[in-house]
């Protein structure tokens, strides 16, 4: 039985790249004029801005992986072990790719791959928000991941964009009932970052979610994460309210839930979903001998591990020794608590069940790990669900006054990539 749901996705698939021009188009213009700042910066400051993005920090140890294999470790004078089994593997695999079949270098194909992940990722999340909310608060959600003040780390031979393409694609997979392709995505997402678990984790809530719905013999109705009835996608005031989800069938549920077909799906999706990082885990801990633990083991040698925010707490305190830098631990409480604000609000607005797990893991691995405490912000990048309160209020606001304060704001973001770059930048 073909849904209201299945015929609406296939009416607005021939279209689709149609109603993502404008956010493609700014995500697109507010990258150009990073690119441009960090250019003209680094070139007043006599350096490479090319190099910048494509052949420091951590996109050497991924061109180093495309170009020479795993293996390859820094042992430091303190005794710290720096492997580059740490970084998985499918960033590198996707440069080796560009270097064999183009005449790209791997830093080349990293950029590019990172360049096309980058927009691939701003549709992913107009997708998922056009879809819960419609086509204005997905544009304003695009336009907000590009303004972030490290967006400049969606144009580098970085693993974010990457990894944000393919969290958000498999995030709108899971709300539209295609559990082969959330499943598929997922293992991806796991062979890209360590945070990939999140996406995982989504995916397994939503098919458990649905398991429990169906044995309570539930209608289904009022998750918020379907398409409503009556229409506000077209920007009408019909529907349900601008600050909420839209109603209906919860992950592209079909109207007869029971179907063996839709069951076999849901569960080869979440039989999928963690099979990449399932396995580059224990092939690592193969590998180092080290076992299922052998990849938190190559972490440590990192100074890299999760312990509830001890460390991080450790650090914020710290700055709290002289004036100048007590005001930078201020603005990290703040920058801490505007990020557990807007989670909390994304709770309230009812965010779908899928949405809140993956935002609130990669949140949690983010603050809650003893990672190097400069790299929090880029981390935090791919939980893009907390942005989606905000788009709903720029929504609402007046074209002129939203057009001037997103381009304010791209302004801001450019000016503060090229110094962070140019500066102590990431890892």
Not at 35 to 51: D, F, H, I, N
Not at 194 to 199: D, K, M, Q, T
Not at 296 to 311: H, I, S, T
Not at 370 to 385: D, I, V
């Amino acid at each position: 039985m073909t849904t209201d749901l299945e015929t609406r996705a296939a009416a607005a698939r021939p279209g689709a790249l149609r109603r993502a021009a404008p956010a493609l188009l700014g995500y697109a213009a507010v990258r150009a004029l990073g690119l441009v700042v960090l250019a003209l910066w680094s070139e007043a400051r006599g350096k490479s801005a090319y190099t910048l993005l494509t052949a420091r920090w951590d996109s050497l140890w991924y061109t180093r992986v495309a170009e020479l294999g795993y293996g390859y470790e820094v042992r430091l004078p303190n005794g710290d072990v720096h492997s580059n089994l740490a970084f998985f593997p499918l960033l590198p695999w996707l440069e080796r790719l560009a270097a064999t079949v183009s005449p790209l270098s791997y830093a080349d194909g990293g950029f590019v791959v990172s360049l096309l992940a980058s927009l691939a990722a701003a549709w992913g999340i107009f997708a998922v928000a056009d879809h819960l909310y419609g086509p204005r608060a997905g544009v304003c959600a695009v336009l907000l991941w590009a303004v972030l003040p490290v967006g400049i780390v969606q144009s580098m031979a970085y693993s974010e964009s990457l990894f944000t393409a393919l969290a958000a694609w498999a995030l709108y997979a899971v709300l539209t009932g295609r559990w082969v392709t959330a499943g598929l995505l997922a293992g991806l997402a796991g062979l890209t970052r360590p945070v990939g678990l999140a996406v995982v984790a989504a995916v397994w809530a939503a098919g458990a979610a649905t398991f429990l719905r169906e044995r309570a013999g539930s209608s289904f109705v009022g998750d918020g994460s379907a398409v409503p009835a009556g229409g506000a996608r077209g920007g009408g005031h019909a529907g349900p309210p601008p600050d909420a989800p839209r109603t209906g069938a919860p992950y592209g549920a079909p109207q007869q839930p029971h179907s063996s077909g839709v069951r076999l799906r849901r569960a080869a999706g979440m039989l999928l979903a963690p099979l990449g990082a399932a396995g580059y885990v224990l092939w690592v801990g193969a590998r180092t001998g080290g076992g299922p633990l052998g990849y938190l083991e190559v972490q440590a040698g990192w100074r890299n591990g999760f312990d509830g925010g001890y460390a991080f707490a450790r650090f914020v305190a710290g700055r709290f020794t002289s004036v100048p830098s007590a005001l930078a631990g201020v603005a990290l409480i703040a920058g801490v608590a505007l990020v557990v604000w807007l989670y909390v609000l994304c709770v309230r607005r009812r965010q779908p069940l899928p949405l809140l797990v993956y935002a609130g893991t990669v949140t949690a691995l983010a603050l809650c790990a003893s990672s190097y405490f400069g790299s929090k912000p880029r981390l935090l990048m791919p939980a893009f669900p907390l942005l989606l309160p905000l788009a709903l209020a720029l929504a609402r606001a007046r074209t002129r006054l939203l057009a001037a304060g997103l381009g304010a704001a791209a302004a801001a973001s450019a000016a503060y990539g090229a110094f962070w770059l140019n500066g102590s930048g990431p890892p």
